[in-house]
């Protein structure tokens, strides 16, 4: 049986007031819920904030990205020693605003989802089509290719601890949900990929996210599906009672 996992990406939003604010609300709400894992990724400004606030609960903290690269000159970069160092448990990598416009590719990504494995970091692995892949009829090709290209090299073992976040593009902060239909046909096709690279039993294990438009009220189906294992929120993240709201519809 697969834990839920729900996980807010705060994207380029909240100062570190703001932060503050929201995870001490997050953790009034939340911190006993052991049923569920949650995860908050703030910015990197907020995260140290955030970490210490949730810091004796069940609740974990997660970046938005990480560098490939252990240390040295590249600017602007933060690595896996930085974000362990504040105690930061999962990294969101490969998300489609870093796709398409910070052009980050599969191999890249690839790289940080392996060094944050080796790190003993969670990656949480976002995959998904644009509008036009999915009226094309390129939804599983692209899809496939994401998951195949950035899990390469990645042993069976570790999909325990990796997440795979499934966010078609056309649904995020469009107020435009998949179905729960469409969402769980790509999550077992995913599934399925993943059975083919490393088995049955990992594929069985891996927890796969939805992401794209998740609302309280719409939550409770999605979570229904029978490959869909947890949300990963934008919008509905930034309210403390929208996120509660979500998480409980998990449990
Ligand atoms: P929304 O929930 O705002 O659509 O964003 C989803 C997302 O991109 C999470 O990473």
Not at 57 to 72: F, K, L, Y
Not at 84 to 106: A, C, P, T, W
């Amino acid at each position: 049986m697969r834990k839920k996992i729900i996980a807010g990406n705060w994207k380029m939003n909240k100062t570190i007031e703001e932060a503050i604010e929201l995870a001490n609300g997050l953790k009034l709400d939340l911190a006993d819920c052991k049923d569920v894992d949650v995860v908050l990724c703030p910015p990197f400004t907020a995260l140290k904030s955030v970490s210490d606030i949730v810091s004796e609960t069940q609740i974990a903290v997660g970046s938005q990205n990480m560098s490939s690269e252990d240390e040295g000159a590249y600017t602007g970069e933060i690595c896996h020693t930085m974000l362990k160092e504040i105690f930061v448990r999962y990294v969101i990598l490969g998300h489609s605003e870093r796709r398409q416009y910070y052009k980050e590719n599969d191999f890249w990504i690839n790289k940080k989802v392996v060094k944050a494995l080796e790190k003993n970091l969670r990656p949480i692995l976002c995959v998904g089509e644009t509008l036009e892949d999915r009226e094309s009829g390129s939804t599983e090709k692209v899809v496939e290719v994401q998951v195949r290209e950035g899990l390469k090299d990645v042993a069976a073992e570790s999909y325990t601890e990796l997440v795979i976040a499934y966010e078609p593009v056309w649904a995020i902060g469009t107020g435009k949900v998949a179905t729960a239909q469409q969402a769980q046909d790509v999550h077992a096709f995913i599934r399925g990929v993943v059975k083919d690279m490393v088995g049955a039993e990992a594929a069985d294990a891996v927890r796969i996210q939805y992401g794209g438009s998740m609302k309280p009220d719409n939550a409770v189906e999605l979570l229904g599906q029978p490959d869909i294992d947890g949300g990963l929120i934008g919008g509905a993240a930034l309210d403390a009672t929208s996120f509660a709201g979500i998480v409980k519809a998990a449990m």
